[in-house]
């Protein structure tokens, strides 16, 4: 036996039969017991019966990206075993129900240990003890599949019930000992299993377990609306869409914040809902994905021309049009950047995982306040539905800007020609911030109009109000691009701190996890090095650092998940730098650490132009 | 209107709502009138102009909030009940009135009257209805009856009309009104009696368009007809027929069909004379108190009111330690 | 359904019209149920599945085209309504029906519903009211009723629920139903008629959604209430009440305002019950009909019919100097 | 008394009081004469009374675009005098109504020429000799002040003649004779006037007077109309928006080309009724601007993703949002390349005038069938309002591609067996084209769904079926960027021949006839030399063209009614290329001949970088 830093495990089942559950009761043992998990899931655009499956990658330190090679399959009904068999590593372990799956039928690899369980056994033991039916039981057979894989993985059962414990609070907690029955039983049994102590992928001891209490296991839908909340967010618009839907729900069920979350007729509703909700002076957002985002853009771009703060998330998903509703792609950058007809400045933010999601949400109310438009945040389906294990949040040093508000506190509103007075909302000014009253103040009427206005917002036509008051919109970019901080504007990762490296990964978003395992598989297995210019916002775009990056890179390598290359695109567009190196995927998966390392390492020797991953169910 | 609001000492006049800017509407447009009656229902009800929204779609009666002195905001094409709900919902405490065409609100706003009526947030919607698109040069509104040809119009309008107090009533709006852009005093009383009503109101205005709309005109509203042998005036007002389209006990399911019955009996009524007034009011719990009830917080502060950091510092106050606490490990 | 179509000779059964993929619903979801009356009334009619086009919007009911072989199309999310029109005046001789979830009609497809209601196109409307957003995990969609809460809510619903029926009539659809998706024979029957009825008809059929809605479940639907004492079964056919929505005269003012009247009253009739059948059924121009009066041309060719190009040397043979006549100088 | 081969004259007042037909009168007389026209339409988002104007441009040879000079300004109330006095030159001339204007009280240079005509007392004649009222007759004011010019400029009358019999046609013939009657009483009048001679701007007469008949005066709505009867359009769905209604409501008047035209609830249902109709064989189209165009990405999406032939208009007018409704802009240009969520291919062209919008209107419709996409049309205002005088198009050569459509007349629908056989719509295929059947065809039933789909169109989430069916779509755009003609994507206009040009204008759309006039004026006036390659398609991008022409020119200048450049920025994103020098405007009013000669003089003298050009009421 030997024992591993890292390992990859996967459950898989027909949607609607706790594979979800399955898994985040595996990550949540494995952290109990000093672990860092990522959870990679992947699921069908459908409700019940479609093949779903779950990755969990352990490791002893945190761990932001999945691998292709599975080292432990657990499986209790044989869809999985037929479709994931083939990819479980050679000296790995399969779970199964004998009865159900016959493992000389499937496609496995010689050296795979075999472990099959009894669940139908265990479930009617529990049956008789409890007085409960088995059918009514049938979903304890996750936690059966569970057990088995943690103690393959000698993690002690302990740590199930601390998982446990986490998961079912409240009236909830009556199923902890039914459970924890069926973990005990399946530990009993694979005690005796005689190929226990031949798996090679035990974990190694943590080695600086965290402590108890001081991490998080979540996704970036779940640190987005913890956000949200923390920033003061105060009308939550929707039209529900996968993956977005899900911190909609999540904000909706934390009603005792005080958050209004409003599902609307439409996406058309949901934008400008928000936006009318912002010109009271209250921080607004909506959340959508792909075909809901298309819907917004008139709105955003009347939010834009009356320079009202609004927060606008899409969460990216496999397209175009429906596409693949709950798969990943990173392709609606472009259309987001140049989203809405016409010129008005908007804020394209990106992080690239869901910890800069907390941190991003949280700055994307204080743009928008700030520079008084629309704040686009990117995310999509790999962050909103993939787990990462990271230490608590940091609160302590989250700052509210809400940019220049009128103080109308001085106005007496009893000598009514004060009351009445006019206010130069739109005023031209050096910076474009024109300070900003809300109705509801007296002594500073104003209008609003999606048409060309005038300081008090009233419609014109006149060139000469035209030109500057475009002007002045359009400046608050620049002023943007010169306040943002650059390390929210770009973050150079050079983890090894190496001088000229063979590779330079230059990406945005949710590649971030990848391309950071990699660099390091690179170095601690191939030696080649490697660093990573990530961009983190892509309007105003970092174009000058960007430039001056590639133009001192040995080999730039862009990585995007998608078929056109965008982020190639838009750097060509703002630096004429034409990046000769691709990776690419459109597969709707998620790229793997593996498939990146080989990508790497075929460019870093053939100088491939352009590698299109592929791997994937 | 928000119960909470609280109203000037010395109401305004009219004349003082008006902005400082000339109107853009061509000579004769009913727009002329429904702005005044706005202006005069808001200065009647004592409301504070800084307390007081008017939302508008896009159309030349979009225009309208540009010449009232309260805050205002014109939108676009199709979304005013969406951006006045959401500054409602915001902030209970002003009172908004949205406004716009009937091409703005019943056309390519229909999606959001529908859902406005289900919602029942408290507010006023004034509809400009000339049965013509007009900023865009007299094309059909959905108002405008199957087979009329204005003389804007190529072909006859191949669609049936749209019946606005009929869909109203099915989308659930608690106020339901009809008045006329140049009867002043019943438009004004209207507006008045929408802004005051808890819920959301919706009054239709007929509003001659001489520019387009040559078949229903200042005259044609002014005429007399003919009615069982007799001249009456062409306009007359429901209650003046005995008509009480408002629910008393808006628990009595009895009262309620009944009633909602004889509004929708009216608003299909095939008559050559033109009904004006209220056909039909309820009280109903407004969206507002629901949110309360589902969000208790909001009970307290608005939204607009709730505070989230310490003005001094900036620091964030908000203990999200409750809402991580299932994310802990 | 079109009159000039020709139809099948031996007409098909139902099973013929079962597609080669398995279906993606939860067992025991409604959606079976409506498919199969679906394939089983195409095929009673004689309809060739060649010259019938099934047109979806998108949720798990936007699916259904999938599974019928006939020529399908799944759309987009609330724009079944505007493909379906688009394909019928294009090419009148196909049967057009179109299909999808109560959140895809009724919500963000709202303003399409009211406005193909004015416009008549002829064509089917099938309506899947689950009282849920099935696709995105069960949030309320507009037919659930205010304050209730199935299981899949954090919250109990805001807002009041929409009534389909009474929506269709305010709208002027010409023929407007409720069936049950697991009433087979007359949501079959329900169907047939649908169809051939010349104009816009809606059919909303009642679908349990058993992972999602707890509250109106195949059950309840199945359960005995009672009604003035007796145990009654909750399902019930309007026609056994003698109730008879079909204006035999559309030209008859009052026929046609009594049995719109009668349908309201139907359609908002409470009760412990629940009515199925037709509600309203009344025969007036398509938009065919008065598009037909518009264009002349139009009488002898469809527009998939009217040649415009010389088929072998592809030249265009369309004479533009009438069109150009004002233009040239 | 000079004469001259090139004339500016303008006519204004509040709208509604028949400014746009004196203009088409005036324009038409002057083309009756044979004369060239250029008309230049301004005027505001409003019904009645807002100042509009209209400039027309008269010469001897073919004309295509404004300039900024004013040789004889037309009035008829005052407030045009005193908005627009100040355009006259120093030698113009000046007609106005001495009841109404005070000259001296306007900002007229000294020498301007003053023409006072009695108009209530031709009126009052008029009124006398026909019996009818003063106030019935003023719309007349029009003629009179049309005629003044026309007799100012030495045409003879019988061109207004001419241009009335053109005008009134039909029932409104009846009103000739007393437009004639103000005419000739104002042509008399004139005749006495004592400057009459001074006008340095009569007109040369016309050298090869073109055939009666032979042309057209029309603007690109018009042409567009006549296009998509042309090429069999067969359904044209709208919401009414300023400017493509015009278009709109032109097709609808032509009824007896059986051309249904669809007046929707808005344009969701007009995107998606076209791609609806669309699908069942017939060419479908609809028109819109930038608002409505936003609202329709989601559809045009579909479109791309079910290989749906459709044809969207985006008439381009002042953004963002309601913008500047009745204004000049090309600023949808980025967000039409790009619109859209997700990855689809997409064709986007861009027609310089309205003569290239005829032809490639009737091309867009092939294209659309051929490559089976979304087809996107950018005009803008100026093409669609500003009218041009042009020979009559040559419909000899239109030629209709349908693409690869299936003949299913083999398939006996009495087999049954056979007739309800399934046909492979998106089977994949080297060219990525796949041959398309319809609804109605026997034995080739298939299905659509903006889910990714197998080559039957049933929805798959299948990475296998999914990469190439992707691949296949995107690949139709490089199939369509070899196959559609060079001179389709791009045109190089070299009217000197020069070689090595000073200048080397590159532009897009309707900055077309500005460009090719000041190339004439460099050269004629300043032995400035200068050249225009011309982007006819921007998506596919004619990357490898443009790009070899910017490395080798001398001092490229990018020209656009922009604020941001887009065409440099999509230049640069495409090929590398950082374009040096741009001329732009973002005032809502098109580009002058003069403001344009000015700006390349600035350029070619002073390198400048950037010339923002701001003239125009
Ligand atoms: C999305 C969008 N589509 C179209 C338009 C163009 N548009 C401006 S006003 C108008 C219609 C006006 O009609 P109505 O709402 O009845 O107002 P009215 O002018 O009659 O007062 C339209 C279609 C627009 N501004 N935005
Ligand atoms: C524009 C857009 N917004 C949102 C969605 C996400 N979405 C998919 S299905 C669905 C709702 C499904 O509910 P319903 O129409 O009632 O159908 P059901 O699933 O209940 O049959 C939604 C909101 C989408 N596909 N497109
Ligand atoms: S067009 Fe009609 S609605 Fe518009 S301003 Fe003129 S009269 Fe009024
Ligand atoms: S979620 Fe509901 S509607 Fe959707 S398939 Fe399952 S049971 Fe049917
Ligand atoms: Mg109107
Ligand atoms: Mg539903």
Request: net charge negative; with cysteine; glycine share 8%.
């Amino acid at each position: 036996m030997n024992r591993t830093k890292d390992l990859c495990w996967m459950i898989g089942g027909p949607q609607g039969t706790g594979v979800d559950s399955s898994a985040t009761l595996f990550a949540r043992s494995c952290a109990a017991a000093g672990y860092w998990i990522y959870g990679r899931r992947e699921y069908h655009s459908n409700i019940k019966g479609e093949h779903s499956y779950f990755q969990v990658r352990v490791k002893t330190e945190p761990v932001f990206c999945h691998v292709d090679p599975v080292q432990l399959l657990a499986t209790f009904e044989n869809s999985t075993a037929e479709l994931h068999a083939f990819e479980v590593v050679e000296d790995g372990a399969f779970i199964y129900d004998p009865k159900l799956t016959d493992p000389t039928k499937l496609n496995l690899k010689p050296g795979v240990l075999l472990f099959p369980i009894p669940f139908d056994e265990i479930l009617e033991e529990i049956a008789q003890a409890t007085g409960k039916t088995v059918v009514s039981l049938a979903i304890i057979k996750n936690t059966i599949a569970v057990a088995a894989s943690l103690a393959l993985c000698k993690i002690d059962i302990s740590a199930i019930e601390e998982a446990l414990n986490g998961i079912f609070t409240g009236s909830k907690a009556k199923l902890i000992p039914l459970n924890m029955q069926a973990a005990q039983r399946t530990y009993e049994i694979m005690a005796k299993h005689p190929d226990l102590d031949k798996f090679n992928y035990v974990m190694e001891k943590p080695t600086n377990p965290p402590a108890k209490g001081s991490r998080y296991i979540l996704n970036a839908a779940i640190a987005t609306g913890l956000a949200k909340l923390k920033a003061g967010c105060r009308l939550q618009t929707y039209y529900s869409i996968t993956p977005a839907v899900d911190e909609c729900i999540y904000l909706e069920e934390q009603s005792e914040y005080g958050l209004p979350v409003v599902q609307c007729e439409d996406e058309l509703a949901a934008i400008n809902m928000a936006i009318g909700a912002a010109t009271t002076g209250i921080r607004a957002s909506t959340s959508t994905s792909g075909p809901g985002f298309d819907l917004m853009t008139e709105g955003m771009g009347w939010a834009g021309i009356n320079e009202v703060p609004v927060v606008v998330y899409d969460y990216q998903r496999g397209g175009p049009s429906t596409g693949l509703p709950t798969r990943h792609e990173q392709t609606d950058m472009l259309s987001a950047v140049f989203s809405g007809h016409g010129e008005y400045p908007k804020i394209v933010m990106c992080p690239g995982d869901a910890v800069e999601q907390f941190y991003d949400s949280f700055e994307a109310f204080n743009y928008a306040d700030r520079y008084q438009t629309t704040v686009i945040f990117l995310s999509d389906k790999l962050l909103a539905n993939n787990t990462v294990c990271v230490p608590k949040f940091d609160e302590s040093k989250l700052i509210v800007d809400r940019g220049e508000l009128v103080d109308a506190s001085h106005v007496d509103e009893n000598n009514i020609e004060e009351a009445l007075k006019k206010f130069p909302r739109f005023e031209i000014t050096e910076s474009g911030i024109s300070p900003r009253a809300l109705p509801g103040m007296p002594g500073h009427i104003y209008w609003m109009t999606g048409d060309e206005h005038c300081k008090y917002g009233h419609i014109t036509e006149d060139p000469e109000i035209r030109i500057p008051m475009q002007e002045k919109r359009m400046k608050k970019l620049e002023l943007a691009a010169r306040e943002i901080l650059p390390e929210n504007q770009y973050v150079i990762h050079n983890p090894y701190n190496v001088s000229n490296p063979d590779l330079s990964f230059i990406s945005w978003g949710s590649t971030k996890g990848v391309i950071l395992e990699t660099i390091r598989v690179l170095k601690e297995q191939y030696n080649i090095t490697a660093e990573f210019f990530q961009i983190r916002m892509l309007s105003p775009f970092p174009a000058d650092a960007v430039l001056k990056y590639l133009q001192n890179a040995k080999r730039p390598v862009a990585v995007e998940k998608s078929y056109g290359g965008q982020i190639t695109q838009l750097i060509a567009m703002r630096t004429g730098f034409q990046i000769q190196h691709e990776v690419l995927k459109w597969s709707g998966r998620p790229i793997s650490e593996t498939e990146l390392v080989a990508a790497s390492k075929e460019i870093h020797e053939k100088q491939s132009r352009k590698v299109v991953l592929t791997y994937g169910l | 209107m928000a119960s909470s609001q609280s109203l000037l000492k010395t109401p305004l006049k009219g004349s003082q709502l008006k902005s400082d800017i000339h109107s853009e509407w061509c000579p004769g447009c009913g727009d002329y009138g429904i702005t005044n009656s706005i202006q005069q229902a808001i200065a009647a009800l004592g409301l504070k102009p800084w307390e007081t929204f008017l939302v508008s779609g896009v159309g030349c009666s979009g225009k309208v909030p540009h010449y009232v002195h309260v805050y205002g905001m014109h939108t676009l094409h199709g979304r005013a009940l969406a951006f006045a709900q959401g500054a409602k919902i915001a902030n209970p405490n002003l009172t908004v009135i949205a406004a716009g065409g009937d091409g703005d609100g019943y056309g390519i706003g229909a999606g959001h009257f529908v859902h406005a009526g289900r919602r029942n947030v408290d507010m006023t919607y004034v509809v400009f209805n000339n049965e013509v698109y007009g900023l865009t040069k007299g094309q059909a509104s959905p108002t405008l009856a199957q087979g009329a040809q204005p003389k804007s119009l190529a072909l006859p309008n191949p669609t049936t009309a749209l019946n606005p107090i009929a869909l109203a009533l099915a989308c659930g709006y608690t106020f339901i009104a009809r008045s006329y852009a140049f009867d002043a005093k019943h438009l004004k009383e209207t507006l008045m009696k929408a802004i005051q009503h808890k819920g959301v109101a919706l009054v239709d205005v007929l509003q001659p368009c001489p520019t387009y709309n040559n078949l229903h005109t200042k005259d044609y509203f002014a005429e007399m007809v003919e009615v069982e042998g007799a001249k009456v005036p062409r306009v007359y007002y429901l209650e003046d027929d005995g008509y009480d389209g408002r629910v008393k006990d808006p628990n009595d399911i009895h009262e309620v069909n009944a009633k909602q019955a004889a509004c929708f009996e009216r608003a299909h009524r095939v008559e050559e004379r033109v009904a004006l007034g209220v056909f039909y009011q309820i009280e109903k719990p407004t969206f507002q108190d629901t949110l309360k009830r589902n969000i208790p917080m909001l009970n307290e502060f608005a939204p607009v009111e709730l505070p989230y950091y310490d003005p001094k510092t900036g620091l964030a106050t908000t203990d999200i330690s409750k809402a991580a606490a299932d994310y802990v490990i």
